[in-house]
């Protein structure tokens, strides 16, 4: 393996970069540089030689134009042979073994709102195409982008630098880091309509994910399947969470989407809660003064699907709530933190996966989400409402909720934009007694809630994710003794359904917001 004996090195990420500089120089490693990088090496003492000097080019236009040069993109594509020497060597350069370079900031640009022509100005040219050249030409050449790849790299440099399977490596995350890159712009200078205002919808929209890890099978074990987690994935996100489990099964397919529709769930309330989802829908929601109580009340609003579900919490679990969760078999967990107490128990039950999301993130957050569909993707804003829709809505019927019963509807609409569409949710105080999801009629969906509650349904509250289009629901929810309804209203049965509330003492408060979820 050919010794490292020259790098060009120009970063708009400074992270780690003087202790890397300094194990190269160390090793005997001429650094090439440009601008604020050459000048972060100088003033931490470590030698450095312009790129000007090198291609005896000056920089021009700002500089705009300093790595565009034969003598860099000769040095970096030069392979191994006497014809391509010969080549450099006329051109007066020499052969560059080592890239690291990190690329102008667009995306973070981007976010914090610059104008346009700043924007267009951290459009980098010179870094991708030293990336893209150092890349090709791995079969000589390795190319780093990520800081974090520092330390791997300079372990490498007594035995002459990384092999040739760690190159390729390096390679293919280069060419990944430039596809984001290059995906980015497209889809900033395609979201401009034509009188240059900017819409959420690029005309072009480029996903980039990294694949974190096969699942054992997809949704069926005759499927096949792994988890690509978002290039800067928001912390709190599900793609940022840590495992904390002590060993077993990995995540599943079913039990990430599970995850995901339990903590989109929980991020809802302000006060300590907890909900348990089995097969996407919420089972058992509760919110109480204490973690332990609202995981027992959401454990017991539906105790027989609990088994085996998810379970989100929205509190550092402490022993207490830990020694109740013990209690049931449960797929994963996931919380903002655990108590060390509680994560030594938590961690003794076997193939129990344990999830950290560290940061948490509001429920009104902002981002795309989208499903697949034959030959495309169909993509919306993520529904960050839901908060204020009932106490802010309009009491149309001839009884208006007492506070209590407001209380429990507000609380129970928030369930209901995360059950399946038909969703129906039965509440009493803040915590489910009855949920109805996904059927293709209303009706049953009312029903199914009613059964599931029991006797709890008498004296509950009522929450529906989109209008009646018949008295029929209402109806059957009066009849279990049910007080209080909130639906968005809209069907053009509207005065029937309010006739039939109104009939039967029930309270009932109009939306004007629909949360279906398919």
Known sequence: MAKIARALVSVSDKRGLVEFAKALNASGVELLSTGGTSKALRDAGIPVVDVSTFTNSPEVMDGRVKTLHPRVHGGLLMRDNDSDRKDLNELGGKPIDLVIVNL???????????????????????????????????????????????????????????????????????????????????????????????TEFP?????????????????????KGAFYVERNAMKGSLASAQSLGAGGKELSFNNL?????????????????????????????????????AYRRARDADALSAF?????????????????????FLECIIAPAYAEDALDLLQTKKNLR???????????????????????IAVQERDGSGRGEVTGGKVVSKRAPTPEEMKSLEFAWRVCKHVKSN????????????????????????????????????????????????????????????????QPGGSVKDADVIAAADAAGVAMVLTNVRHFRH
């Open 423 to 486: 969703a129906i949710v039965l509440a009493r105080g803040e915590t489910t007694a009855g949920v109805g999801a996904g059927q293709m009629s209303r009706v049953v969906s009312v029903e199914i809630a009613v059964k599931k509650a029991g006797e709890l349904a008498k004296g509950s509250v009522l929450a529906s994710d989109a209008f009646f289009p018949f008295p029929d629901g209402v109806e059957a929810a009066a009849k279990a003794g049910i007080t209080a309804i909130a």
């Open 354 to 376: 344990v999830l950290s999301t560290g940061a948490w993130l509001e429920p009104s957050h902002k981002e795309l989400v989208w499903k697949r569909v034959g030959g495309g």
């Open 257 to 293: 989407v599970d995850c995901e529709a339990a903590l989109d769930a929980v991020r809802e309330y302000e006060r300590p809660a907890a909900v348990v989802v089995k097969h996407t829908n919420p089972c058992g929601v509760a919110v109480a003064e204490t973690l332990v109580e």
């Open 308 to 328: 085996g579900g998810i379970v989100a919490l929205n509190r550092t679990v402490d022993l207490a709530t830990a020694e109740l969760l013990k209690e049931t």
């Open 203 to 223: 005309g072009t929209l480029s996903l980039q994910f990294e694949r974190a890890y096969p699942f054992r099978y997809g949704e069926n074990p005759h499927q």
């Open 104 to 198: 102008y900031p667009f995306e973070a640009t981007v976010v914090r709102g610059a104008p346009y022509e700043e924007v267009i100005e951290n459009i980098d040219i010179g870094g991708p195409s030293m990336l893209r050249s150092a890349s090709k030409n791995s079969a000589r050449v390795t190319v780093v982008v990520d800081p974090d790849d520092y330390a791997m790299i300079a372990m490498t440099l007594a035995a002459g630098g990384p092999d040739l399977a760690t190159r390729k490596k390096l390679a293919a995350k280069a060419f990944s880091h430039t596809a984001a890159y290059d995906g980015a712009i497209a889809a900033y200078l395609t979201s401009f309509s034509d009188d240059e205002t900017r």
